[in-house]
Nanobody, 118 residues
Framework: QVQLVESGGGLVQPGGSLRLSCAAS????????MGWYRQAPGKQRELVAS???????YYADSVKGRFTFSRDNAKNTVTLQMNSLKPEDTAVYYC????????????WGQGTQVTVSS
């Protein structure tokens, strides 16, 4: 079965840092667009960062320059390094995998809570 497991969330003060990780199993990792989404209470889920595994990586304007996305196809793992965190970054963060050929084939992790507060 396909499984995406996020880890690394927690409580951090404004200006602090967290590193999220997503471990994938049950898929051919290199065949998927991997990304991080987040959803705050009462708000729509939004794409934070994603990459097909090539040289380009997408970042939402709100996190550009503060967050860094990376993926390791050999280890079936993606990470999101989050620096200079702001209270508005508070959300549940979800790992997503979308097939590069059949885009309707997509999977989600259960999410990890990130809370930025003093």
């Amino acid at each position: 079965q396909v499984q995406l497991v996020e880890s690394g969330g927690g409580l951090v003060q404004p200006g602090g840092s967290l590193r999220l990780s997503c471990a994938a199993s049950g898929i051919i990792f290199s065949g998927y667009n991997m990304g991080w989404y987040r959803q705050a209470p009462g708000k729509q889920r939004e794409l934070v960062a994603s990459s097909t595994g090539g040289t380009s990586t997408y970042y939402a304007d709100s996190v550009k320059g503060r967050f860094t996305f990376s993926r390791d196809n050999a280890k079936n793992t993606v990470t999101l390094q989050m620096n200079s965190l702001k209270p508005e970054d508070t959300a549940v963060y979800y790992c997503n995998a979308r097939n590069l050929v059949s885009s309707w084939r997509a999977y989600w992790g259960q999410g990890t809570q990130v809370t930025v507060s003093s």
